[in-house]
T-cell receptor
Framework: RKEVEQDPGPFNVPEGATVAFNCTYS??????FFWYRQDCRKEPKLLMS???SGNEDGRFTAQLNRASQYISLLIRDSKLSDSATYLC???????????FGAGTRLFVKA | DTGVSQNPRHKITKRGQNVTFRCDPI?????LYWYRQTLGQGPEFLTY????????KSRLLSDRFSAERPKGSFSTLEIQRTEQGDSAMYLC?????????????FGSGTQLSVL
């Protein structure tokens, strides 16, 4: 079993739609959580960190459920430019490894 | 541009040859990571440096792989006796020393093709 698991998708949604991605992690000692975005043939870039109380950044909302060991990302009012792969990322407490999920692909269509 | 720089961008080599990649992190970042990414997968952790010390190395990394960061600045990743399965994008990332949430800044990567 992979340490970080995501639905690979693809999610095909129209512009303006709301879409949600989930991610589960297996190591209960995980401490820090992130969502990264990766465009085709580009490097990953931080989208947002995920805090225990949940956090929002514009159209993006991230939630963390430590008891169930899952993380979610909600995108409201999808734009064409949101088309990308979204990577769920987990960092263990006291360690250095930052573990990436395989990513969820999103296609937003006009 | 003061981002993470990787060279070369592309490398094509024949099976059995040795290759070396270079990463120049953001200058004030003391943490440096190497990752490998294949099509349809997320980046896979290879190794981590804090300054010049290599503090963690993936068990997936065979003895053919070695990484150095001699002066705590740039880093090199060498693959000896390359195999076709080594074909991948090799990504370098750096980060500053922060308390909790540590953002990784990635370079554009080196795409390796082993023929």
């Amino acid at each position: 079993r992979k340490e970080v698991e995501q639905d690979p998708g693809p999610f095909n949604v129209p512009e303006g739609a709301t879409v949600a991605f989930n991610c589960t992690y297996s190591n209960s000692a995980s401490q820090s959580f992130f969502w990264y975005r990766q465009d085709c043939r580009k490097e990953p870039k931080l989208l947002m960190s995920v805090y225990s109380s949940g956090n929002e950044d514009g159209r993006f909302t991230a939630q963390l459920n430590r008891a169930s060991q899952y993380i979610s990302l909600l995108i409201r009012d999808s734009k064409l430019s949101d088309s990308a792969t979204y990577l769920c990322v987990v960092k263990r407490a006291g360690g250095f490894k930052t573990i990436f999920g395989a990513g969820t692909r999103l296609f937003v269509k006009a | 541009d003061t981002g993470v720089s990787q060279n070369p961008r592309h490398k094509i080599t024949k099976r059995g040859q040795n290759v070396t990649f270079r990463c120049d992190p953001i200058s004030e970042h003391n943490r440096l990571y190497w990752y490998r990414q294949t099509l349809g997968q997320g980046p896979e952790f290879l190794t981590y440096f804090q300054n010049e010390a290599q503090l963690e190395k993936s068990r997936l990394l065979s003895d053919r792989f070695s990484a150095e960061r001699p002066k705590g600045s740039f880093s090199t990743l060498e693959i000896q006796r390359t195999e076709q399965g080594d074909s991948a994008m090799y990504l370098c990332a750096s980060s500053p020393k922060e308390r909790v949430n540590e953002k990784l800044f990635f370079g554009s990567g080196t795409q390796l093709s082993v023929l």
